[in-house]
């Protein structure tokens, strides 16, 4: 049983690692600021849930567990919302994305 | 009724962040909150958009929809990233929810799954980033929207 | 176990270190901050974890509330001239 939970521990923390990577290394090549915040989701949402089922998975049934879940939904609220100030003030300022635009844009 | 619902809400989370249980660090915890709930209940704090409660019967369902959909961007945009497919496009949507709260929730959705992100807001129309044609699609076939207007319920 | 995932958000930290020294706006520098801060705090529940010490993940809460806050404020900051009030 515990190699049966090391295992599965183990294979949430390489997806999670595969998760955090693939952002961080997409944060340095796309091109502009409105494509980066895509890689920085990504770091946001996969990386740190599949690290925090993980430890979850690890821990067992305590008080431990209750702190992990109030770390999880304490990021899955606030990042959408700095994302959104980052991207929302970026076009105040005057950044134009790039690629197509479709329509009348706000 | 709303004030002592977030009381309760607040004593939980003080038990569960503490782990001291004596009879004076409970009692110092439990007039903390009181004296929190009397200040945002004097501040006007609580109201429909503090404490949205007419959420909540619907939300677990939506929740379970949402993190399905949070895994299978996720792995669309490492593959976009991985393969160079990048071609960013900016378009509009319209919202046809009707209370704050629940257009919120759909922008704050919208920004949560990666690929897509919500740049600009005016009244019922977002802006909308997507980082390739097929998120965009996504996004314009309405389907989170209908998923939200069943949230808010009858209005 | 635990030391390949730290070594995993070491990697993608300095990955991200990279593009607040490169980065070409303000916008993109904050963006990489709050990812930064996002891997710390990671790294801070796992090396709780591996020292098997669970007082760390205290630390780890506080240290997401507090990174919320820097950006929201630095954005402000840069948006109005001022932290005061909301004048626009």
């Known amino acids: ?106 | 009724m709303k004030p002592l619902i977030l009381f309760v809400i607040l004593v939980c989370l003080w038990l569960l962040m503490s782990g001291h249980y004596t009879f004076l660090i409970i009692s110092l915890g439990v007039l903390s909150c009181a004296f929190c709930v009397y200040l945002a209940n004097r501040a006007k704090l609580i109201d429909d958009e503090g404490l949205p409660l007419f959420f909540l019967p619907r939300l677990l369902g939506y929740l379970m929809w949402l993190f399905k959909e949070i895994l299978i961007s996720n792995l669309n945009t490492a593959k976009a990233i991985i393969s160079n497919n990048i071609k960013p496009e900016t378009f509009t949507v319209k919202a046809s929810q009707i209370t704050d709260v629940a257009k919120v929730t759909y922008a704050n959705s919208i920004t949560l799954t990666p690929g897509t992100v919500t740049t600009k807001i005016k009244n019922n129309t977002f802006e909308v980033h997507a980082l390739n044609t097929d998120f965009g699609n996504d996004v314009r076939s309405n389907e989170m929207d209908k998923k939200v207007k069943l949230l808010e319920g009858e209005r | 176990m635990f030391l390949a995932a730290l070594t995993a958000c070491a990697v993608s930290a300095l990955l991200v270190l990279a593009r607040i020294i490169l980065g070409k706006t303000t916008f993109d520098r904050v963006l990489a901050v709050n990812s930064l801060g996002t891997i710390i705090v990671i790294g801070i529940a796992l090396h709780g974890f591996y020292a098997n010490r669970p007082e760390f993940l205290d630390i780890a809460i506080v240290y997401a509330l507090i990174n919320f806050i820097g950006t929201v404020a630095i954005l402000k900051l840069f948006s109005t001239g001022s932290l005061k009030g909301n004048n626009k």
């Open chain 1, 1 to 106: 049983m515990d190699l049966f939970i090391d295992l599965l521990t183990g294979l949430c923390f390489f997806l999670g690692s595969l998760c955090i990577i693939i952002g961080a290394c997409g944060l340095i090549k796309l091109p502009d600021v409105f494509s980066r915040i895509h890689a920085a989701g990504m770091i946001d949402t996969g990386g740190t849930a599949f690290f925090i089922l993980g430890m979850i998975i690890q821990s067992g049934w305590s008080l431990i567990t209750v702190k992990l879940l109030l770390i999880g939904i304490f990021i899955f609220f606030t990042s959408p919302v700095t994302s959104h100030v980052t991207a929302n003030l970026a076009r105040e300022k005057g950044i134009v994305p790039v690629g197509k635009k479709i329509g009348k844009l706000l």
